[in-house]
């Protein structure tokens, strides 16, 4: 298996500007993360989602922040519209929850840069 | 609120030193207990992961110990190399029955050669 699969990889763009992040979970996995990771705030949960529905999304910072998962293979975390204080590494996990165990797989993260 | 504490926050030895990593977390009411490993730049690695019902998880020169009771867990690494240099969190689950987990800040480890 490729493992959990996120792009862009890098992202660098201006205030205001709209931003799309990617993520393929990890094929068969029924739980999908996505996370931000700053030095100020280290790792943060944004929203999850179980079988395709969000079900805690309290860590999504403001309205300009919002998450899809149209099926299991697919969602996208949008910012719109961005500025720099959104600049950070963002990273999609998924696992195969399965009662109380559910180890995460990370995927490598899309740094990006709001200018 | 669950919160998960990393102590200390960085650590260097030498090459071939046994080393123990720290975590604690505050509710004890856990069903289990992840460690990650984060190279620069990169996404974080599982290493290993402990169910509640189980004191230790061994995995190659890796060791993690787990004591609900007093709300710690040890990363042990044996014989460290160069290459074990990295970032190294633990995390817990904020609650049962949710997969959101809650992060340490961790500990950045330098292993000189």
């Known amino acids: 298996d490729a493992g959990v699969i996120q792009s862009p990889r890098h992202e660098v763009t201006e205030m205001g500007q709209e931003v799309t992040l990617r993520c393929k979970p990890i094929s068969g996995h029924n739980s999908l993360f996505w996370y931000r990771q700053t030095m100020m705030r280290g790792l943060e949960l944004l929203i999850y989602f179980n079988n395709n529905v969000p079900i805690d999304d309290s860590g999504m910072p403001e309205d300009r922040f919002s998450a899809k998962m149209p099926n299991a293979s697919f969602s996208t975390l949008k910012i719109q519209p961005s500025e720099p204080r959104d600049s950070a590494v963002y990273f999609c996990?998924?696992?195969?929850?399965?009662?109380?165990?559910?180890?995460?797989?990370f995927g490598p993260g899309t740094r990006l840069t709001v200018t | 609120k669950q919160e998960v504490t990393q102590i200390p926050a960085a650590l260097s030895v030498p090459e071939g030193e046994n080393l123990v990593l720290n975590c604690s977390f505050t509710?004890?009411?856990?069903?289990?207990l992840q460690w990650f490993r984060q190279d620069p730049g990169k996404g974080l690695t599982s290493l290993l992961l402990?169910?509640?019902?189980?004191r230790e998880q061994t995995s190659g020169r890796l060791n993690a110990s787990l004591d609900k009771s007093s709300g710690r867990s040890t990363l042990y690494i044996a014989a460290s190399q160069p290459g074990d240099s990295a970032t190294y969190l633990c995390?817990?689950?904020?609650?049962?029955?949710?997969?959101?987990?809650?992060f340490g800040q961790g500990t950045t480890l330098q292993v000189k050669p």
């Open positions: 509710d004890s009411a856990i069903y289990n």
């Open positions: 995390a817990v689950p904020s609650s049962s029955n949710t997969g959101k987990l809650i």
């Open positions: 402990i169910q509640s019902s189980q």
């Open positions: 996990a998924s696992s195969l929850a399965q009662g109380s165990y559910y180890e995460q797989y």
